[in-house]
């Protein structure tokens, strides 16, 4: 027992039984507190949302996924790890590893039984979650199109669904960790009323001024750019090293798999095009607008828009 509550995984089963489902693009997806969640990672969620202690100085990035996950790992990974590796370094782990294999996935290490490897990392710990919003992270989304687009490329490989599939799915809010405008609205919200919890990235933002966003999270994390980081180049470094072009081109992005519980997707397929609205390659204008308009009204009042 935690924190009062049994833990067992017939308790969990019970829990998870007891929930919605929904099969969905051939997944079962649990609804779980308001979002639609893969069946296989229900009782990861609910232990995370049980064990996993917060600590002073964590930095959780946060995201719908293909938002910019890969790149927002990479260059908050390489900002933290500056002391140690600065970005012109040709040992820099980036230019060995994929970015998911230098920030640990909550999520699949809560569904693998492998959290542990959490807790014993040092802090400053560097996190990523596919969540809505119950922590308070660091956060990045992107046009929701662009994201339904990119998402479409990557798991047309592994599931067998067409992009009307997906497209009717996420109008209906059922994709996993869906609805995406409850995702939205969970960090938006918060990153107005606790701002120094939660930063609110966005991707097209990014692609603009990407030194700024870096010099941004730097400061978010609460490891702002020295006057000596600034004349050395060290944020414009970081960008560089962290740049699609970059990143695509090593061979641990070009070979190697990330192989989860649930899925496993080879690492290339993590680098697709890295520009702001490929929708229009991939939608109609009718399916754009039909989008926009739900995307429009669920997040009315909100302050936030596309
Ligand atoms: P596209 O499929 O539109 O090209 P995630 O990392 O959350 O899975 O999101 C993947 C999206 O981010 C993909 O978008 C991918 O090409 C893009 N991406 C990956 N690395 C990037 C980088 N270093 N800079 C900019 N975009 C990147």
């Known amino acids: ?22 099969t969905a693009l051939g997944m079962v997806l649990r609804q779980y507190r308001g979002s639609w969640v893969i069946q296989e990672r229900v009782t990861a969620f609910i232990s995370l949302q049980r064990r996993f202690t917060p600590r002073p100085g964590d930095v959780l990035l946060a995201s719908p996924a293909k938002c910019g996950t890969t ?28 970015p998911h294999e230098c920030v640990p996935f909550m999520d699949e290490l809560f569904t693998a039984g492998q959290d542990a490897r959490l807790e014993a990392l040092p802090s400053p710990r560097l996190m990523h979650t596919h969540m809505h919003h119950s922590l308070l992270p660091a956060s990045v989304t992107r046009d929701p199109k662009d994201m339904l687009v990119s ?31 409850d995702h939205l609205i969970g960090y938006w919200s918060t990153s107005k009323t606790s701002p120094d919890n939660v930063l609110f990235l966005r991707y097209e933002e990014m692609l603009i001024d990407p030194v ?11 490891q702002p750019f020295s006057h000596a980081d600034e004349a050395a180049g060290i944020p414009a470094d970081i960008v560089k090293l962290c740049s699609f072009d970059k990143l695509k081109g090593q061979g641990a992005n070009t070979a190697g798999s990330y192989d989860g519980k649930v899925f496993s997707f080879a690492h290339e397929t993590f680098f697709r095009k890295g520009v ?7 939608m109609t204008p009718e399916m754009a607008q039909r989008f926009d308009t739900i995307i429009e009204d669920t997040l009315r009042g909100s302050g936030l828009t596309f």
């Open 1 to 22: 027992a935690v924190d009062g509550h049994s833990s067992t995984p017939e308790e969990y089963e019970d829990i998870v039984s007891g929930l919605p489902s929904s």
């Open 71 to 98: 790149w927002l790992k990479a260059l908050a990974f390489a900002t933290m790890a500056r002391g140690a590796y600065p970005p012109t370094d040709a040992q820099h782990p980036l230019l060995r590893m994929n």
């Open 151 to 181: 998402l479409w490329h990557f798991v047309k490989g592994v599931r067998p669904f067409t992009f009307d599939d997906l497209f009717n799915s996420a109008c209906e809010g059922k994709t996993p960790n869906g609805p995406i405008w």
């Open 212 to 222: 700024g966003h870096v010099r941004e999270l730097a400061r978010f994390i609460g």
């Open 276 to 282: 702001a609205g490929d929708w229009v390659n991939n």
